[in-house]
């Protein structure tokens, strides 16, 4: 550290106090004309003037894709939903407590108005794993209903005189008709199902489409919370057990690691930015503050509110002046250095 001149430690104190009296005396008149600028500017400049499309992308690829997920992370997430997941106020507070009925029944009606609440329900019925879930579960419906019923139907005939010989004619002669068309009768169940699945879910999310338009499924929900509102928040550990909170944690962590690191992702990110800064360009800036209701007068008076109560504790604690000695005793130093000020 280079030793101030006299006259370079007289003028490096004058000027630490004046930037210090600024920031207390005039930090209001400072703020308003820096507010007063920026707005100025707004209105004839875009987002991407203050921060480049790139910059944004670059930023949230960052965060987003390759800042390091620690392990502790995922104890730190782990304890804090344990810790919740076991404290007593959820034996003591119902559902109810959360949310009132009117305001689950305006949730319900702004959730069931959205536009793309359709386009959820056909996308999700026509996703190929849906129905292959339903495929399956169709199958072993009516198969597990035909074998039923067709032991007790054997059964039964075995206990009439004649009924037995006449069970079996009959099932030689399905067998015979059937031959024709499939090996079995599982592979006719199969190719029907097959064949008929698109219709079947398809009619189904018009029943379900239409369940929602006539107030139907709004209904249901409100008739379903008044057998859970009165129940404590723990009831949800009927459903869920620690070691299923973990495991899911632990699974939902792996699967967003891999997401983050997808090429799709990547792509899906690159669209997304696209997509908000071609909508947000196509007006100034001072439009869009406007439309979201801050205006030049709300952000001054807004930032005196916040700035001035903390940076008259930041005087009385003496970090004020601290700071700009930090600052400026480097430019000082190098002014001794290079011999700007003259001796004495």
Known sequence: MTALTPLAQQLFTAQVEYFVARTQD?????????????????????????????????????????YPLEDELVA????FILRLYQHPRLESTTWGELINDTELEEFIDVALSLRGLHLIVRRVSRNRWVTNAIS?????????????????AEQMASS????????KLGKSVVGRTTSGFSKSAEDNIKRYINANIRSIIKS??????????????????????????????????????????????QGGMDFWEQLRQSEYFQQLLERIVGIV??????????????????????LSTELHRIASPTLA????????????????????????EAGWLPEG
Do not use: N
């Open 136 to 152: 399956d579960m169709l199958y072993r419906g009516i198969t597990g209903f035909v074998s039923q019923g067709t032991a007790r």
């Open 160 to 167: 009439i005189p004649g009924a037995g010989s006449m069970f």
């Open 313 to 336: 504790h930041w005087h009385s604690q003496g970090c004020i002046q601290a700071f700009f000695e930090r600052q400026l005793i480097p430019f000082w130093e190098h002014a001794c």
């Open 76 to 79: 730190q997430l782990e304890t």
């Open 26 to 66: 005039h930090l209001l008149e400072a703020i308003t004309q820096e507010v007063q600028d920026f707005f100025g500017k707004a209105q004839e400049t875009t987002l991407s003037t203050w921060l480049p499309q790139q910059q944004c992308l670059t930023l949230l690829t960052y965060y987003l894709c390759e």
């Open 277 to 298: 800064y071609d909508y947000v360009d196509s007006k100034p800036l001072g439009e869009w503050l406007l439309l979201l209701g801050i205006s030049e007068a709300s």
């Open 204 to 249: 189904s999310e018009k029943r379900l489409q239409t369940a929602i338009d006539d107030g139907h499924v709004k209904s249901a929900l409100l008739q379903s919370w008044q057998q859970v509102k009165h129940q404590p928040l723990s009831s949800l550990r009927e459903y869920a057990s620690e070691e299923d909170l973990k495991a899911a944690l």
